[in-house]
């Protein structure tokens, strides 16, 4: 099952990881793809417009040229006509100004058509217009004088022209502009002509210093100067504040920076031309990307939140168990890290509890994992029923759960949270006809008195529970430091125990089994004793456990078969009584390596006792009820050692075959004086009469005790009273023989 679902996890990884790959890749391909076709039309269209942009330069260019070439001319007109009036016969006779300015105006007239000439004397004579009637134009002269005038003054027109003047140089004190006259846009030339003869004189004689302007109206002949001088078609004026989407233009803008007219002329536009053109096939190309764009976006929100949710999924498997869809050993983790740090913060202190279900595996092996499923989804909801419910229930092993609270303040309170879960399984649980019987192990620890990180906390949880699995007679068992000490010395004992086994440290004693009347030894049982190089003698107690618990056992039972058989073969006329393990006896193959024993060492197996207590029966009772039969059919006699202390149902006797009862030495401390002992003992021997089962009493060590079981009829009596336990060699010198009163006499003597 733990198989199958990582299998499955792998396949969701693999094709979240798929989606990952398809959006990383995709996405950043797409975008690029779209990109470059997006910057391609953006530089297409920005080229084909610059080309546009480059043509309508030049054109104006061209029109700034023809402008500033028109304003050249006047200028230089200006120049020969003062030249030319100030060299006639009438200025040498002296004649008046505004004849010598007439003169000047009918120069500038015939050299211009379309040129109004203004003259404005310094001081205080009024300006002159001349030429207004000749341009066919509604105009008042007034009104041309009322633009030009203000000009004369204007430091924009006028700024260091006297200065350069005296210098001697007429070009420099030429103006040229584009103005607003007579509400007409115009050309304004302006020169400065200071007084003398000539002009180039610089004398104050003559004509005397006076301004000289020439306004050119821009109408269709001067439009149509231009067409030719710079080369363009379709020129014409226009109002400034209207649009002109479909003509190239310039803007006209007088010295203030104010615009007077638009210039527009046609031009072939081959950028716009081509824009114009590929626009349709750009536009369906556009849509179709949009398209692509539309559907690429989608597939990669799709696959998004795809992968989006597959990680939640994700997520919630890697925090949670998959059975029972509890929180797992990672989720309480966490969880216990976040209470210890709120805890240090103020808040409450958390305490962690171990519960462990006993016979899970017994039930998981005999009825299938799915009655072992469904008992652990069983168990949580009666946990779930039982607790806070603030309490985080977490599954963190295949029989085991923890449970973390902030609600046990104290020690009581661990006991009444331990009380309430234990109670939670008073009744067994029931799946169609099957009831299961369950039985917990439960340890706890609390923070901060038992550990401040979720670490500390949950291993000592852990070894307190061992604890209690190991101590049948508490179910709850709260840590304690000397529990530690206690871990780490079984951690010793385990690495020198292995290293027994392979040093052959260990060695076998043994103690008679006599008759009731203590004077014939009819069997031996074997004894496994570990004498520790430092600790000296290591009680069976203590190490056999261990090495059950850490899977040492069987190396160690089959070397106890091997060497008993192998010393009790000197001994035919006495039966050998071995102990096997649970674990041991369950073990693969288990029969047929005890037969390999017993023909390796050529000893009778009827000679043979296996002694087993009641878990063997108890925790896999098919498994025992096969492996007991095969054990009779090679005439092994098997013995049901301390009878009376577990639950020793009567049901076992019944199921299963024994051939002895052993009566723990518990039930004979007290049978002088108890009795309610003596009436056990004596209920255990009428029953084994009754079954024809031989009933041993192990532990005698009084001659009372010795007494009262040998009325009582026990069959066999066993313990210190007859003999210790003791070597093979003492058997062996004390048995050498079959007379009964001598080898008795000196097992007596050798106790």
């Given amino acids: 099952m733990a198989e199958g679902n990582s299998a499955r996890q792998k396949v969701g990884i693999d094709t979240d990881y798929k989606k990952s790959v398809s959006l990383h890749v995709l996405a ?61 016969e009438h200025f040498q006779e002296k004649p008046e100004r505004r004849e010598l300015f007439e003169l000047i105006a009918q120069h500038l007239m015939s050299a211009q058509h379309h040129l109004v000439p203004i003259i404005l004397p310094d001081g205080d004579s009024e300006p002159l217009v001349f030429g207004v009637e000749q341009l066919g134009m509604r105009v008042e002269p007034e009104a041309i004088l009322s633009d030009i005038v203000p000009l004369f003054t204007s430091e924009a027109w006028r700024g260091d022209v006297p200065r350069r003047m005296a210098a001697g140089s007429w070009a420099s004190q030429t103006r040229t502009g584009f103005l607003t006259v007579a509400g007409k846009p115009a050309l304004v030339v302006i020169n400065w002509v200071p007084g003398g003869q000539h002009i180039e004189a610089g004398s104050d004689d003559g004509l005397g210093s006076f301004r000289l302007a020439s306004v050119v109206f821009i109408d269709n002949a001067v439009l149509s100067s231009l067409n030719k001088s710079a ?4 020129l014409h004026l226009d109002h400034p504040d209207h649009e002109h989407p479909h003509h190239s233009k310039t803007v006209l803008a007088d010295p203030a920076g104010n615009a007077i007219a638009t210039l527009l002329w046609d031009r072939d536009l081959p950028g716009q031309d081509w824009i114009r053109d590929t626009a349709p096939y750009a536009l369906v190309g556009v849509t179709l990307i949009l398209g692509l764009i539309i559907l690429i976006l ?12 597959s990680q939640n999924r994700a997520l919630t498997e890697a925090l949670t168990d998959p059975l029972t869809k509890a929180p797992n050993r990672h989720s309480f983790v966490t969880h216990l890290e976040t209470a210890l740090a709120e805890a240090k913060n103020g808040g ?78 008073n009744q067994p649980l029931e799946f169609g006809e099957h009831t299961f019987p369950i039985s917990l192990a439960i340890g706890s620890t609390r923070a901060p008195e038992d550990g401040d990180t979720a670490e500390e906390l949950m291993r000592r949880a852990d070894i307190a529970l061992h604890h209690a699995k190991r101590d049948k007679s508490r179910v709850w068992v709260h840590f304690q430091p000397s529990m530690e000490k206690d871990v780490r010395l079984r951690h010793e004992i385990v690495s020198d125990l292995r290293n027994a086994i392979a040093n052959d440290e260990l060695s076998l004693n043994y103690q008679p089994l006599m008759t009731s009347d203590g004077k014939t030894a009819v069997g031996v049982e074997a004894l496994l004793r570990w004498t520790h190089p430092e600790r000296g003698p290591v009680s069976p107690a203590v190490f056999i456990p261990i090495a059950e618990e850490h899977r040492l056992i069987g190396e160690i039972g089959r070397w106890v078969l091997k060497t008993a058989c192998r010393d009790a073969a000197a001994w035919p006329h006495l039966s050998l009584a071995v102990n096997i393990s649970p674990l041991q006896i369950r073990q693969t193959g288990f029969v047929e390596d005890l037969m390999s024993i017993l023909e390796e060492a050529d000893f009778d197996p009827t000679r043979l006792e296996i002694e087993v207590t009641e ?137």
Avoid: W
Wanted: net charge negative; glycine share 6%; aromatic share 6%.
């Fill in 348 to 425: 409450r202190c958390p305490s962690v509890i171990y519960v462990d279900i006993d016979q899970f595996k017994q039930f998981n092996d005999t009825l299938g994992h799915d009655t072992g499923d469904a008992i652990i989804r069983a168990a949580l909801q009666h946990l779930r029923s039982h607790c806070h419910d603030g309490d985080l229930i977490a599954r963190i092993g295949s029989d085991e759960f923890a449970i973390l609270s902030t609600e046990n303040a104290d020690r009581e309170a661990m006991e009444r949270a331990a009380s309430r879960i234990t109670a939670a399984f």
């Fill in 28 to 88: 950043p391909v797409a975008a690029l793809f779209i990109a470059i076709i997006v910057l391609t039309g953006l530089i297409a269209g920005y080229l084909a417009l610059n080309s546009d942009k480059s043509l309508t330069m030049v054109d104006r260019s061209e029109i700034q040229v023809a402008f500033d070439e028109l304003g050249q001319r006047i200028a230089r007109e200006h120049q020969q006509a003062v030249n030319e009036a100030q060299g006639t």
């Fill in 615 to 751: 878990n063997v029966v108890l925790d896999h009772a098919d498994t025992a009820s096969t492996i007991f039969d095969a054990i009779h059919q090679h005439g092994i006699r098997i013995a049901l050692d301390d009878f009376g202390t577990g639950y020793s149902s009567l049901s076992y006797l019944e199921r299963f075959r024994f051939d002895k009862l052993k009566i723990d030495r518990s039930f004979l401390r007290n049978i002088e004086t108890s009795r309610p002992a003596a009436a056990i003992v004596h209920t255990v021997i009428a029953l084994g009469d009754a079954l024809d089962v031989t009933i041993t009493a192990e532990g005698v060590e009084t001659p009372g005790q010795h007494r009262f079981l040998q009325a009582a009829g026990c069959h066999q009596l066993q313990g210190f009273l007859f003999s210790k336990p003791v070597t093979a060699d003492v058997i062996s010198e004390r048995f050498a023989t079959e007379q009964v009163d001598e080898t008795q006499n000196a097992i007596a003597r050798s106790a």
């Fill in 298 to 309: 989608r597939a990669i929100g799709d696959a998004a939140t795809q992968l989006k949710a």
């Fill in 231 to 234: 080369g363009l078609a379709g």
